[in-house]
């Protein structure tokens, strides 16, 4: 068990990424918020995994809904160790200037400022404990973008670069802070990257990946899993690139 006892908080918990990470960290022996918008998801999550699952229905571009999911984290289990940052937002592949600023504004929102609310609710918590993690879900849009998605890959690398900053503050404070950078994968948002999901785009994507393959929400929780245990207690500002060589 490499999360034994430990209380983590992910966000986006109800599908994708979010689901694989918090289904493999609960199996790993930790009690996970799973927090989402989509209430009825979340529930489904909590409720396959049981008694160490607690859904919280969050817009994490909201401070009061942030708050008061990392509340419900220490009103439950007494505290918080991990907060991943997985909630992410996108919009179709589209050329940059046909992307609206409610757009725009709604894809900042949720990737860049849910950071700033999760540690500004997070990281008093995890001061009390004496150590915590923070996980960031970024991508690799953030190292090497892809054309069609100018806005979404600016606010990947803006976590990425809040991912090295916030490790520097907070390493004294024994609080980590890494992140994840997955390929496009089996996910609700693979037809937005794509702009249509179609046997030619799919080809076209995993073309562009050495291993041959997209991501799964198991990539990305293995991944995950190492970066939030013990066993990288001495890795901090890593932004691991998930991606079957996309980057190289």
């Given at each position: 068990?490499?999360?034994?006892?430990?209380v983590?908080v992910?966000?986006?918990?109800a599908?994708?990424f979010?689901?694989?990470?918090?289904?493999?960290?609960?199996?790993?022996?930790?009690m996970?918020?799973?927090?989402?918008?989509?209430?009825?998801?979340?529930?489904?999550?909590?409720?396959?995994?049981?008694?160490?699952?607690?859904?919280v229905?969050?817009?994490?571009?909201k401070?009061?809904?942030?708050?008061?999911?990392?509340?419900?984290?220490?009103?439950?289990?007494?505290g918080?160790?991990?907060?991943?940052?997985n909630?992410g937002?996108?919009?179709?592949n589209?050329?940059?200037?046909?992307?609206?600023?409610?757009?725009?504004?709604?894809?900042?929102?949720?990737?860049?400022?849910?950071?700033?609310?999760?540690?500004?609710?997070?990281?008093?918590?995890?001061?009390?404990r004496?150590?915590?993690?923070?996980?960031?879900v970024?991508?690799?849009?953030?190292?090497r973008?892809?054309p069609?998605?100018?806005?979404?890959?600016?606010s990947?690398?803006?976590?990425?670069?809040?991912?090295?900053?916030?490790?520097?503050?907070?390493?004294?404070?024994?609080?980590r802070v890494?992140c994840?950078?997955p390929?496009?994968?089996?996910?609700?948002m693979?037809?937005l990257?794509?702009?249509?999901?179609?046997?030619?785009?799919?080809?076209?994507?995993?073309?562009?990946?050495?291993?041959g393959?997209?991501?799964?929400?198991?990539d990305?929780?293995?991944?995950?899993?190492?970066?939030?245990?013990?066993?990288?207690?001495?890795?901090?500002?890593?932004?691991?690139?998930v991606?079957?060589g996309?980057?190289?």
């Amino acid at each position: 068990m490499r999360l034994e006892n430990k209380v983590a908080v992910v966000t986006g918990a109800a599908s994708g990424f979010g689901e694989g990470i918090a289904r493999l960290f609960a199996a790993e022996g930790a009690m996970v918020v799973i927090a989402d918008l989509n209430e009825e998801e979340a529930n489904r999550v909590a409720d396959d995994i049981g008694e160490n699952a607690l859904p919280v229905v969050v817009d994490v571009s909201k401070s009061a809904d942030v708050e008061r999911m990392v509340d419900a984290a220490c009103e439950k289990w007494g505290g918080i160790d991990i907060l991943v940052n997985n909630a992410g937002y996108t919009y179709p592949n589209r050329p940059m200037l046909e992307v609206t600023e409610e757009v725009f504004d709604r894809v900042f929102s949720v990737n860049v400022k849910s950071i700033y609310h999760g540690a500004q609710a997070a990281i008093p918590k995890m001061r009390e404990r004496g150590a915590g993690v923070i996980l960031n879900v970024a991508s690799t849009g953030g190292v090497r973008p892809r054309p069609g998605l100018a806005w979404y890959n600016g606010s990947k690398g803006a976590v990425i670069t809040l991912t090295k900053s916030m490790a520097v503050e907070l390493a004294p404070e024994k609080i980590r802070v890494v992140c994840i950078n997955p390929v496009a994968g089996e996910t609700g948002m693979l037809h937005l990257f794509m702009g249509e999901d179609t046997p030619e785009k799919r080809a076209q994507f995993r073309s562009s990946i050495p291993l041959g393959r997209l991501s799964t929400p198991q990539d990305v929780a293995n991944s995950a899993l190492f970066l939030c245990s013990d066993e990288a207690e001495f890795l901090t500002g890593v932004c691991l690139e998930v991606d079957g060589g996309r980057c190289i």
